[in-house]
C-alpha cells in the first residue's frame, strides 16, 4: 500500500506546556514480561460499563484466553482469562480509580503452564462487513488502552454518519510514559495492520497515525511498515509538536485538522474516530491470531524502582509484581502513581492491579515530592487561563466550586475539563485546582446519574401505565369481537334451521 504523504498542515491549541520528557529512563531498556504473578485478580467491569454474564465458577479450570464473562451489549465487554489456572473465587480488590475504590474481580491461582484456548481469528476480514468486525472486537474484550477503557466496540458502533478519516494516537505526550512509543517501536506492523482494521471497522478512506517530533526515527519505523502493506485505506504519518497535552483526543484533532470537536459532542461528529495505537494493536491481535486482549505494555518508572523499563504484564497482575520485574524499589520511595505526572492518580498501595487502561507505574520520592509552598489566595493573574488546553477559565470554576456551586462551574464546562494539570502546574498561588475539578466532576456526574435514575423510573411507570391501558383496550376488543361473533352464528343457526324447515315442508307436499 502506497504511503499518503499529502501536506497535512499542522494547527496550534490554545495552552499546552513543554515539559521535560524523562522518557529515556525507560526506553533504554528492551521491552520484557513482567512474568505471570501466582494469583491474577481479573476485573469483572474492568472497562468502563457494565460487567456481563459470569461464565465461571470456583473451582473451574480456565485456559488463558478462555472468555470469564459475556455479553451481546456494546457497553459490556467480555472479561478473558490472561493465563491458565484454577479458579479460586470472587473477591474484591483496591482499584486504581476512583481512588481508594474496590472492584470485584475473579481471581485465578495461574499453573504456570500457559496453555491456552483455540485461537479464533476472524477469517478474510477484508472481505467482511464493518459489523462483523466489530461484533468480533468486543467478543476479543477490546477497550480503549490509552487509559480511558471506553469499550471499542460502542466507540465503533454508533448513531453518527459516516467516519473518514481515522486518528491513530502514538502521540504520548505525558512525562516519564513510554509505552506507546516502546509498542510503536517494537511491534510497528501490528500498529498499522490494526488500523487499517479499525479504518474496515467503519468504513475511513484514511487514516493518519499521529506520533510526537522527539520520537527519534519512528517516523521512518512506521513508515516502512506502511510500504509493507498492499492494500487498503491510505495511510499518512505525521509528527505533531512534543507539547503537553498534545495526545489528548481534542487537542490532537484540532492539531492534525484545524478542526475543533463540538462541545458536548464527540469527533465521530465531524466524520473522525481516535484510537490509540496499542488499541489498533489489539485490534490486529484479535482479527488476524484470534488473541483476546489479556495483557498490556506498563511503563514502569520513576527515580523509585531500580530499573526503569516497559513490561508486557497480564490484566489482573498486581502492581507490587511489576514493581519486583523492574528490580523493586529503591529505599526512599514514598508515592506510587498510576499514570503520570501530571493527570495520574496516586495509589493507596501497590495491591492495586493492572488493568486494560493501566499505561504507566510511577514511583516519586521525597525528592520529587518535598512538601510546596501552602496554597494562596487566587491573584487573578489569568496565567492558568492561558496554559489551558480546553480554553477553559479554571480561575472562575476554582471560586465556583470552592464555593460549592456546583451547577455554576457546570454552566462554566466544568466537563470539558481534561484534568491535564496545566492550570495547576503554573499557579503562582500553588492552588490543588484539579483535585477541586475532580471532586467537582464527581459531584455532578453522581447528581446527573440520580436524575437518569429518577427518570427511568418515571419512564417505566409510564410505559406501564400504557401498556396495562392498551392490554384493557385489547381485552375489551377481543370481548366485543367475540360478542360479535356469537352473533354472527346465532343468525347463521337460526338460518340453517329455517332452511331444515323449509326443506322438511316441501318434502312433505310431495309426499
Ligand atoms: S493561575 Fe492561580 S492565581 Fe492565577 S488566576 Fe489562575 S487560579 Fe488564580
Ligand atoms: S486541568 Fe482542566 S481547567 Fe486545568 S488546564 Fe487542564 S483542562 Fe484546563
Redesign the pocket.
Known amino acids: 500500500m502506497s504511503q499518503e504523504n499529502p501536506a497535512i498542515r499542522l494547527h496550534d491549541f490554545h495552552g499546552g506546556l513543554v515539559l521535560a520528557p524523562h522518557k529515556a529512563v525507560s526506553l533504554e531498556v528492551p521491552l520484557a514480561s513482567a512474568g505471570l504473578a501466582e494469583r491474577v485478580y481479573v476485573p469483572i467491569g474492568q472497562h468502563q460499563g457494565q460487567a456481563g454474564e459470569l461464565l465461571v465458577a470456583p473451582g473451574d479450570r480456565v485456559l488463558a484466553g478462555q472468555a470469564l464473562t459475556a455479553s451481546d451489549d456494546d457497553f459490556e465487554v467480555p472479561a478473558h482469562a490472561p493465563c491458565s489456572g484454577t479458579v479460586a473465587g470472587l473477591c474484591e480488590r483496591p482499584a486504581s480509580h476512583p481512588p481508594g475504590s474496590r472492584r470485584r474481580c475473579i481471581e485465578i491461582l495461574a499453573d504456570g503452564r500457559d496453555e491456552w484456548v483455540a485461537p479464533i481469528p476472524l477469517s478474510d476480514w477484508a472481505q467482511r462487513r464493518p459489523a462483523e468486525i466489530v461484533d468480533h472486537l468486543h467478543a476479543m474484550g477490546l477497550v480503549g488502552l490509552g487509559g480511558a477503557m471506553f469499550p471499542t466496540a460502542a466507540k465503533l458502533r454508533g448513531p453518527w454518519g459516516a467516519i473518514h478519516t481515522l486518528i491513530l494516537n502514538g502521540a504520548e505526550c505525558e512525562p516519564w510514559i513510554s509505552c506507546d512509543e516502546t509498542l510503536m517501536r517494537s511491534r510497528p506492523e501490528a500498529v498499522i495492520r490494526g488500523g487499517r482494521i479499525l479504518a474496515a471497522a467503519v468504513a475511513a478512506e484514511r487514516v493518519i497515525i499521529a506520533l510526537e517530533d522527539d520520537m527519534e526515527g519512528l517516523a521512518a519505523t512506521l513508515g516502512k511498515a506502511v510500504a509493507e502493506q498492499d492494500s487498503g485505506p491510505a495511510m499518512a504519518i505525521v509528527e505533531v509538536p512534543a507539547v503537553y497535552p498534545q495526545g489528548g483526543e481534542r487537542q490532537l484533532i484540532e492539531t492534525l485538522t484545524g478542526l475543533q470537536v463540538p462541545s458536548n459532542g464527540l469527533p465521530q461528529d465531524i466524520g473522525l474516530l481516535c484510537h490509540n495505537v496499542a488499541t489498533a494493536a489489539a485490534a490486529c491481535d484479535a482479527v488476524e491470531h484470534g488473541r483476546p486482549l489479556t495483557e498490556r505494555i506498563v511503563t514502569v518508572t520513576g527515580p523509585g524502582v531500580q530499573r526503569p523499563c516497559n513490561l508486557r504484564a497480564a490484566v489482573g497482575t498486581p502492581i507490587a509484581h511489576l514493581i519486583a520485574a523492574a528490580g523493586g524499589y529503591r529505599e526512599e520511595v514514598t508515592r506510587l502513581v498510576l499514570g503520570g505526572p501530571m493527570s495520574g492518580t496516586a495509589l493507596a498501595s501497590d495491591e492495586v492491579i493492572v488493568t486494560k487502561g493501566s499505561h504507566c507505574v510511577l514511583a516519586l520520592t521525597d525528592r520529587e515530592l518535598a512538601p510546596g509552598p501552602e496554597p494562596?489566595?487566587?491573584?487573578?493573574?489569568?496565567?492558568?487561563?492561558a496554559?489551558c488546553p480546553a480554553s477553559l477559565m479554571?480561575?472562575l470554576l476554582?471560586r465556583a466550586l470552592a464555593a460549592d456551586r456546583h451547577e455554576q462551574a457546570r454552566e462554566l464546562s466544568l466537563l470539558e475539563c481534561i484534568e491535564c494539570g496545566c492550570?495547576?502546574d503554573?499557579?503562582?498561588?500553588?492552588?490543588p485546582?484539579v483535585d477541586y475539578y475532580r471532586h467537582g466532576k464527581a459531584r455532578l456526574r453522581l447528581s446527573d446519574l440520580d436524575h437518569r435514575r429518577a427518570a427511568l423510573a418515571r419512564r417505566r411507570f409510564e410505559a406501564r401505565e400504557q401498556r396495562l391501558t392498551r392490554q384493557q383496550a385489547e381485552r375489551k376488543a377481543r370481548r366485543r369481537a367475540r360478542a360479535e361473533r356469537l352473533q354472527k352464528t346465532e343468525v347463521a343457526q337460526d338460518e340453517i334451521q329455517a332452511a331444515i324447515a323449509r326443506a322438511k315442508a316441501k318434502k312433505r307436499t310431495g309426499d
Not at 494562596?376 to 487561563?385: A, L, S
Not at 503554573?426 to 492552588?431: D, E, G
Request: proline share 13%; aromatic share 4%.
Open positions: 494562596m489566595p487566587c491573584i487573578n493573574c489569568g496565567d492558568c487561563v496554559a479554571p480561575q476554582f492550570c495547576a503554573v499557579c503562582p498561588s500553588h492552588i485546582l
